[in-house]
């Protein structure tokens, strides 16, 4: 870290977390600040490291399915989905194109419940509560159509390595379209109240600014990359499961304001624009998915033997709600994978924190933070190992500077 | 659920992530939320220990995590009850061989309720806290 202007100021260290319910992840924040200005940003994540990997190297890949589950309780499918896939590449399985349908459909409620998820952690972090309940409410919807159709609220479990668990059915297709229509006529009133109030608008419009430049040179993926003008999308760029035979086209922020600055609001505006999109993915595919096998072998025990014949290695992507996630496997013909990789989505996204909080007052660090909708949980997979910890400044205190600023922008 | 007199206030929780899977989470953010909304009956979380009656962990406590674990709780006020929310907080559910842990929760610091399921529903858990009250409320007599 280089010294700034030693001169006038004694700047200042704020260590925030690694507990603060804000993220409901533990993280460890340090801040150099000058004033209410942060000078300097550095985190250290790694507090939540469960060594998936090692675990997954000592069980066969029809139980890790379930262990990438609970890689991350959001993402629930989308690591079980890239890792299935690399599995499914070095054995050469060619999934049911029903397969391929399900697990987009799943894919995408996934991406409706997790954007809501986040847009409702974003008002919470402005001090806008109701906006919090609003958001978790109508999330609810998504939730309940989840459960119907895997059995599960969180950690579905409906991957399996060469097709998905539970089918479809038709008697199911009324309340998905329910859901569905649900949201298409909630989408305006979630816009409108995201981004035509006041209050939205004051704290997020240019705050936390990462440039295109920045966005490319730091690797980051997903909507964080894309409210900062770069187009990229697995699901478009290497289509996947049913991704190829649908229409799909990366949602940018100047599609809906005809401009992008790659600030909060527009990380917003990608957001709730792609609940929309990810309903329209699921009517195609609702309307499109054909009949068929949901498995490419029934018989675990048969799985088990191929899994021993099994060489070589690949990898595995997915556009989760976060971004790329991207599995690499190794299989030697043993049960057991030999190399297990795991880059979630947050990982390549957590550096972007450093630029968009540098130069930004105290009080935004709440909605900064959350902004790139972190998943620790996710990117734990390697320890960080990191000392030194003193007075912490709690969340509580953190939301109230947050929750004064708005009052005061208001006033 | 019979009330005695003796837990005369709202039930505050304080929620603290040993290094779980965020599936718990979201549970717990999502029976705070209208669909359930126990805050009709004062149950709401709270940003400090200090302000808890309840510690809600989730998660199978991580070895970065344990002297914090520790930490928050002796920050908790006494009379307190601990309750374990996700089966890996109260066996170490899927994370069970991993050399990251210096869990379950209950080798760390007592627990008074266990919430399976992974993760257990908003109506788990919130049968969970009505368990915890009704210990408050026993701790709490005991005390008068």
């Known amino acids: ?411 | 659920m019979k009330l005695t007199k003796s837990f005369n206030r709202s039930l505050w929780a304080f929620h603290f992530n040993s290094g779980s899977c965020n599936g718990c989470e979201i549970e717990i953010v999502a029976a705070i939320t209208p669909r359930y909304d126990p805050e009709r009956f004062g149950i709401k979380l709270v940003g400090s220990p200090r302000h808890a009656d309840l510690l809600i962990v989730t998660g199978p406590v991580v070895k970065k995590m344990r002297d914090r674990l520790l930490r928050v709780y002796e920050q908790v006020p006494d009379p307190k009850v601990v309750m374990c929310v996700g089966v890996c907080g109260s066996s170490g559910g899927p994370f069970y061989d991993s050399y990251n842990l210096d869990g379950p929760v209950d080798d760390v610091i007592p627990v008074d309720v266990y919430v399976p399921g992974c993760p257990p529903r908003p109506e788990a858990i919130i049968y969970g806290v009505v368990r915890a009250q009704e210990k408050l409320e026993r701790l709490e007599g005991e005390r008068a």
């Open chain 1, 1 to 411: 870290m280089s010294d700034g202007n030693p001169a006038k100021t004694t700047p200042y260290t704020v260590p925030i977390g690694p507990i603060h319910p804000a993220l409901k992840e533990p993280v460890m924040f340090t801040f150099r600040m000058n004033g209410e200005q942060i000078e300097k940003a550095d985190f250290a994540p790694g507090q939540t490291h469960r060594g998936i990997e090692w675990m997954g190297m000592r069980r066969n890949p029809i139980q890790i399915v379930h262990l990438t589950d609970r890689i991350c309780g959001i993402c629930g499918v989308s690591h079980s989905l890239a890792f299935a896939r690399a599995v499914e590449q070095i054995m050469e399985i060619d999934v049911p194109e029903r397969a391929d349908y399900i697990r987009a459909i799943i894919a995408e409620f996934e991406r409706i419940q997790s954007h809501l998820l986040w847009a409702g952690m974003a008002a919470h972090e402005l001090g806008f509560d109701t906006l919090l309940h609003l958001t978790w409410r109508v999330r609810e919807q998504a939730m309940d159509t989840i459960e119907l159709l895997t059995g599960n609220r969180v950690n579905y479990g409906i991957i399996q390595i060469g097709g998905v668990r539970r089918d479809i059915t038709p008697d199911q297709h009324p309340a998905i379209h329910e859901c569905l229509d649900y949201y298409r006529d909630l989408q305006g009133k979630l816009l409108r109240i995201f981004l035509e109030d006041a209050t939205i608008q004051m704290r997020c419009r240019d705050c936390g600014i990462l440039t295109r430049d920045d966005a490319l040179r730091l690797c980051t993926v997903g909507p964080t990359a894309r409210a900062s003008g770069v187009n990229m999308d697995v699901r478009v760029d290497f289509p996947y499961a049913a991704y190829g035979d649908l229409d799909i086209e990366p949602i940018l922020p100047d599609r809906y304001l005809g401009e992008t600055r790659g600030d909060v609001f527009d990380r917003i505006v990608v957001r709730l624009l792609e609940v929309e999109q990810s309903a329209g993915i699921i009517r195609q595919c609702l309307d499109v998915m054909p009949a068929g096998d949901i498995l490419w072998e029934t018989k675990i025990p048969k799985i088990l033997a191929a899994f021993k014949k099994a060489h070589g290695e690949a990898v595995g992507r997915h556009e989760a709600p976060r971004g790329e996630v991207l599995h690499y496997v190794r299989m030697d013909g043993k049960e057991h994978p030999t190399a297990w990789k795991v880059k979630a989505s947050s990982y390549s996204n957590l550096m972007s924190w450093i630029p968009m909080l540098e130069g930004e007052q105290i009080a935004d660090i709440p909605i900064i933070v959350a902004s790139i909708d972190p998943c620790l949980s996710c990117t734990d997979r390697v320890a960080v190992v990191r000392g030194g910890r003193r007075s912490i400044m709690t969340k509580e205190e953190l939301h109230r500077l947050s929750v004064e600023k708005t009052r005061r922008l208001m006033r």
